[in-house]
């Protein structure tokens, strides 16, 4: 079964940091770009940053540039989403997603096609 | 960076009613447009990619067409496990994978 488990989550002090993981199964993890999605209380969702399969790409949304940092453990099927200098914002449910490509009538279509089921952040003192 | 816009934000439909969801992009983004669904507590659905590519397993009462900056999304019959958030996300670039606002679908 393709799947895609996040961890890490938890309460965290403003200024504090944390590490989420996202494990892997049932697909050739190396072969995706994958994703991080965040989800604020009530909100929409809102794209965070992605990786390309060997992590030599990594982009970034700009309310988290220079703070998070995206990486990959292709050996551990493992994505990893370090989290410096939290604020009460980034306050939200945090997921993986594997970003699927397929080729139509000449063109390159990306869209994320598995998602795991989340873990939540909470920033407050 | 582009922007996406969807309308309405919400609205009120009963089972078996034929329902057209609306995005906009700020520029054209060519056929590089996704939608998602997403139910309460639950993590987003795949539904149509490539503005008008049915992901495998969805049922055929959902379509999509567009190009260029405006786009639809419709469900042909709403069934009961319609009523839900439907999200549009651009992908014409991979390095900004933005999401619409979303339209939230209820039960009149």
């Known amino acids: 079964e393709v799947q895609l488990v996040e961890s890490g989550g938890g309460l965290v002090q403003p200024g504090g940091s944390l590490r989420l993981s996202c494990a892997a199964s049932?697909?050739?993890?190396?072969?995706?770009?994958m994703t991080w999605v965040r989800q604020a209380p009530g909100k929409g969702l809102e794209w965070v940053a992605n990786?390309?399969?060997?992590?030599?790409?990594?982009n970034y949304v700009d309310s988290v540039k220079g703070r998070f940092t995206i990486s990959r453990d292709n050996a551990k099927n493992s994505l990893y989403l370090q989290m410096n200098s939290l604020r009460a914002e980034d306050t939200a449910v945090y997921y993986c997603?594997?970003?699927?490509?397929?080729?139509?009538?000449?063109?390159?279509?990306?869209?994320?096609?598995?998602w795991g089921k989340g873990t939540t952040v909470t920033v407050s003192s | 960076d582009i922007q996406m816009t969807q309308s309405p934000s919400s609205l009120s439909a009963s089972v078996g009613d034929r329902v057209t969801l609306t995005c906009r992009a700020s520029?054209?983004?060519?056929?590089?447009l996704n939608w998602y669904q997403q139910k309460p507590g639950k993590a987003p659905k795949l539904l149509i990619y490539?503005?008008?590519s049915l992901q495998s397993g969805v049922p055929s009462r959902f379509s999509g067409s567009g190009s260029g900056t405006d786009f639809t999304l419709t469900i042909s019959s709403l069934q009961p496990e319609d009523f839900a958030t439907y999200y549009c996300?651009?992908?014409?670039?991979?390095?900004?994978?933005?999401f619409g606002p979303g339209t939230k679908v209820d039960i009149k």
């Open positions: 997603a594997r970003d699927t490509v397929m080729a139509l009538y000449g063109y390159y279509y990306y869209y994320m096609d598995v």
């Open positions: 490539a503005a008008s």
């Open positions: 049932g697909f050739t993890f190396s072969a995706y770009w």
């Open positions: 520029q054209s983004i060519g056929s590089y």
């Open positions: 996300q651009q992908s014409y670039s991979i390095l900004r994978g933005t």
């Open positions: 990786i390309k399969q060997d992590g030599s790409e990594k």
